[in-house]
């Protein structure tokens, strides 16, 4: 048996003890509206509806979305051409920005380097998988900071 995203989204939001009027006005949707998400009549919310979800929630994306592993990796869903066009276009924004571009050749020298220092490919791989796993979360606790900046700065104009 199948579990659907709306059930999963439904069982943390009661874990959490939220009704659904009060998390709904949390994650600023309409109760109806994430009724029909939670019920599965709503299959395809907004990418911002979601996050908002996943963040109040503390929902693994991965987990919520059915995604396995790195095996069955959604971008592999993907087209290759349009990968790489999605790829290109956001890596060429990023890298744009003198001091980002410094500080990513840094880090792929530190890592490059690693390869040398570990002389065990078993060590390197696992050395790779490690800085992976600290960068996803690094990059969580910072999206997570992201919307506690936004919702602070929305909160202090509406007082305003």
Known sequence: MEISVGEIIKTK???KGYNLSEFAKLIEISPGYLSQIENGRKTNPKLGIILRIIHELDIDI????????????????????LKLTLAKERNLKTLSD???????NSFADRVLEAKYILDSPELYNLFLEDISIQTENTLKRYIALQYLIMS???????KS
């Open 13 to 15: 939001r009661e874990e």
């Open 152 to 158: 602070n700065n929305e909160k202090d104009k509406n």
């Open 62 to 81: 991965e987990m919520l979305l059915g995604i396995e592993s790195a095996e069955d990796n959604y971008l592999s869903r993907i087209p290759s051409l």
């Open 98 to 104: 003198p001091n980002v571009l410094r500080k990513i």
